[in-house]
């Protein structure tokens, strides 16, 4: 059957990769600052097929956060330093590395703390990535497309492409469909394609268990968050119903008092647009110096406000953006826009 969505690679493309891995010996995998499910399953999904290969290969894989505590569970995210409590270890393994693997972003800065040591780094840049826009001058190797649903699809078919299926075994399986299960919302956003069920069947083929992966993303809620949750749908809450647009504002003052931080605040922008009558949402979450403004939308182009407003970027209907402007000033900035476009 023919797979119209499925990636295709350039022969050229993977006989250069293919080289490239066969050669090296030091290997550096990130991704994209507060890292989400595609994030930390493309890395660790990709070191495991590559650890499987490649068994002498010195594989370091590395956030700028370290491993969101959501996805500890995950196989090898254990390993996964953190660029800013290990920072000196992170600096010296992309300098030391042959090729680094920049996963799920489309620019350097996105790197956050690690994007200055990345830059820096002289091995041999690679991209795989589904994002629009890639910085073409930041990597050597880029492998991008925006029209598949999630790094972690990308990724499952560049590994089939370069090694075939059965390179990947079930840990890096259980990898790439989390990935590819969070950045689809469960199969259920508009990337949902016929290639992403292609790809979750071969991932389940390996013999994982996907009620198990749900439970470990869907139903991980503590008290305290849920009752933050509660707490910021009452009292955060503002609904401007001319403009189809919701938009939380969380203060500091609010997640300290609930003892949440961002990797709690995961997921409560999709609130808003849970209301039939709101076609586009945002969440304001101030940080120290700095504002955090997820935004997600039904059809609404949600990227081009990120972009234009605030510098920041993502997908057409899931984009984020860091605002250095205090909360007030951010909310007043991004409904001040809403209400006038
Ligand atoms: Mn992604």
Redesign the pocket.
């Known amino acids: 059957m023919a797979l119209s969505s499925k990636p295709e690679f350039a022969v050229g493309l993977l006989c250069h990769i293919k080289a490239m891995v066969d050669n090296a010996k030091r290997v550096v995998l990130t991704a994209h600052t507060h890292a ?1 499910g ?2 930390v399953g493309a890395v660790t999904g990709l070191m495991s097929v590559l650890g499987r290969l490649y068994p002498d290969l010195n594989l370091t894989p590395m956030l700028p956060q370290g491993c969101p505590r959501q996805f500890e569970w995950m196989p090898g995210a254990a390993l996964i330093l953190s660029g800013e409590s290990e920072r000196e270890r992170c600096c010296q393994a992309l300098a030391e590395a042959d090729m680094i693997f920049v996963l ?1 972003l489309n620019t350097p800065s996105r790197l956050d703390n690690l994007a200055q040591p990345f830059t820096q780094a002289t091995g041999h840049k690679i991209l795989v990535d ?1 994002h629009i826009s890639p910085d073409q001058a930041a990597f050597q190797t880029i492998i991008s497309d925006h029209t598949i649903s ?2 972690c699809e990308l990724a499952t078919w560049l590994v089939e492409a370069l090694w075939g299926a059965q390179a990947i075994g079930s840990e890096a399986a259980t990898c790439f469909y989390t ?1 590819m299960r969070t ?1 689809t919302g469960g199969f259920a956003y508009s990337n949902t394609q016929p290639s992403l069920y292609h790809a979750a069947a071969m991932l389940i083929g390996t013999g994982i268990d996907p009620a198990e992966i749900n439970n470990r993303i869907v139903n991980i809620f503590s008290e305290r968050r849920l009752r933050f949750y509660g707490y910021a749908i009452s009292n955060c809450l503002t609904v401007m119903a001319e403009q189809h647009f919701a938009y939380f504002a969380i203060s500091l003052d609010v997640q300290r008092h609930f003892g949440v931080g961002y990797e709690d605040m995961d997921g409560l922008v999709n609130y808003t647009t849970l209301m039939s009558d709101i076609e586009f949402g945002a969440l304001i979450r101030e940080e120290k110096q700095r504002c955090k403004v997820s935004l997600r939308s039904k059809h609404t182009d949600v990227e081009s406000i990120a972009r234009q407003l605030f510098g920041g970027g993502g997908h057409r209907k899931a984009a984020g953006a860091t605002s250095t402007l205090p909360l007030a000033e951010t909310v007043e900035k991004l409904t001040q826009y809403v209400a006038s476009r």
Request: aromatic share 0%.
């Open positions: 989400d595609d994030a799920d589904h999630s790094t990935g950045d």
